[in-house]
């Protein structure tokens, strides 16, 4: 994973290529974003609380703002994302937003899948979608149980301490 962050916030978070050396660069928002995301992998965090810096057209910031309501462990579609945007024939347009997400993870858009149920597109792959998506799910139906299997075989090449600015 790589993220970056300028001032103002978190401005990117990436899953890409294998597990690289960490780079440490201190920066507070990266440090909360590291902290947050392995709470996250671990099962014990369903929601962020980082300040995004986000840049996008007025539609794209609309759209990123609804993925951040959505449950955790719960999927809406592509239709549903561009209704709760205000723009209910406007699923294409909602659907090229969602991919343009720079924070992924943090913003959710893996939560939006197609209307007859399919993943639909990834940035990152349908495999990761698919494992963050099955992830959440078992997460949130054992979030009373304190046995938790958080065993990750997709994320397992992956490192959180890959970082950078």
Not at 42 to 59: A, C, N, Q
Not at 146 to 162: E, H, K, M, V
């Amino acid at each position: 994973m790589h993220a970056a962050a300028s001032d103002k916030g978190l401005t990117r978070v990436r899953i890409e290529g294998a597990a690289t050396e960490a780079r440490e660069d201190g920066h507070p928002v990266l440090v909360t974003a590291r902290v947050q995301l392995e709470e996250y992998f671990r099962g014990e965090r369903s929601s962020f609380d980082l300040p995004l810096d986000l840049r996008g057209t007025p539609f794209e910031l609309a759209v990123w703002k609804v993925l951040q309501e959505i449950p955790y462990g719960e999927t809406i579609s592509y239709a549903e994302l561009a209704r709760r945007c205000g723009s209910p024939a406007a699923f294409r347009a909602a659907g090229r937003a969602n991919g343009k997400n720079p924070v992924a993870i943090v913003v959710p858009c893996h939560r939006v899948i197609t209307s007859s149920g399919a993943l639909g597109g990834y940035s990152a792959g349908a495999a990761y979608k698919r494992w963050l998506l099955e992830f959440e799910a078992r997460i949130a139906k054992a979030s009373s149980s304190s046995s938790r299997s958080t065993a990750n075989p997709i994320f397992n090449q992956y490192s959180l301490p890959g970082f950078t600015s």
